[in-house]
């Protein structure tokens, strides 16, 4: 009997690639009943265990039933239950014109592997990431903050691991961080931060993050404060100022599709970075390739909205140079030189009446030599 062969030492990536390999038991410290059973068995449902709180004592483990794409994702918790990693293999229509993954497709992985992350530790699947109590008040998540630094693109069939954790960030939301790899030399390629805020479903309006919501998910968060960003002066935390007319570049008429809306009713977060970039100028798109993007979310975008993308050069603002990284995190520092570097201010706003829908900032690089 001929066997397969397979030249990728993660048995995983085997089984992406349509070899026959065991399925993946989800290792961790605590007694967990692995999703092993194989699926053309009609059994009973397999139990999977997850973290639960039990208000300030150390977190135990129930049981609830395993689906069949748990078995098949390439995620797991980390040892200590408080970040999950996953791997994704970039796919050709993920790809641009520079014949590495968009910055759209980053953006998707990250929302991707935050809410498996959520499912994982048994929140809703009708959500992102929707604890029990949010469910019952009608509570959702949305952003209000996205910073991606990319420092390197991962190109078409390259695997990429991605570790997310989330934290309180004060009273009115919490945060997201990821950090990305290539997942076959471990070198880190990209880090990602963002701030969420709770939103009433039926009224529309912001609210506060209850403590009973808060106890819901803390017990999932590291116990120590832990940032993909803990430079000082990175940019994730800079003021974007208002973009005033007359911009530079524009695009006008923008038209959201129906596939642009999400299951939170509006359009989906990633789609307003596609948009920004609409207005982005020619010359820069052909010569570089987009290093870091950060996006304030002012209102929501709803499908029957009508939206202007405008787009002006900013100047860099003078700074101490800012030293390596040690550890995992990777380097913060612009790849380059300044010269060679391009920043730009962003604006989305309605038609109609000019009402904000989003602030942007964007860095770009001189693309690589191929």
Known sequence: MLKPFCNVTDQAQCRFLGLPSPVPRFRRRYAVVPCSRPMNKPTAPVQV????????????????????????????????????????????????????????????LLQEVGCNHAQSVGFSTDGFATTTTMRKLHLIWVTARMHIEIYKYPAWSDVVEIETWCQSEGRIG????????????????????????????????????SDDVREEYLVFCPRELRLAFPEENSSSSRKISKLEDPAQYSRLGLIPRRADLDMNQHVNNVTYIGWLLESMPQDVIDTHELQTITLDYRRECQQDNVVDS???????????????????????????????NHQFLHLLRLSGDGSEINRGRSVWRKKPAR
Do not use: H
Not at 183 to 193: D, L, N, P, S
Not at 314 to 323: C, Q, R
């Open 174 to 209: 919490t945060r997201r961080d990821w950090i990305l790899k290539d997942y076959a030399t471990g070198e880190v390629i990209g880090r990602a931060t963002s701030k969420w805020v709770m939103m009433n479903q039926d009224t529309r309006r912001l609210q506060k993050v």
């Open 310 to 340: 405008l787009t002006s050069a900013e100047p860099f603002e003078d700074a101490e140079p800012v030293s390596k990284l040690q550890g995992t995190n990777g380097s913060p520092a612009i790849t380059g030189d300044k010269e060679d």
């Open 49 to 108: 265990q997850a973290v639960v709180s039990d208000q300030g004592s150390p977190a135990r483990l129930e049981s609830g039933p395993c689906s069949l794409a748990d078995r098949l994702r390439l995620g797991t918790l980390t040892e200590d239950g408080l970040s999950y990693k996953e791997k994704f293999i970039v796919r050709c229509y993920e790809v641009g014109i520079n014949k590495t993954a968009t910055v759209e497709t980053i953006a998707n």
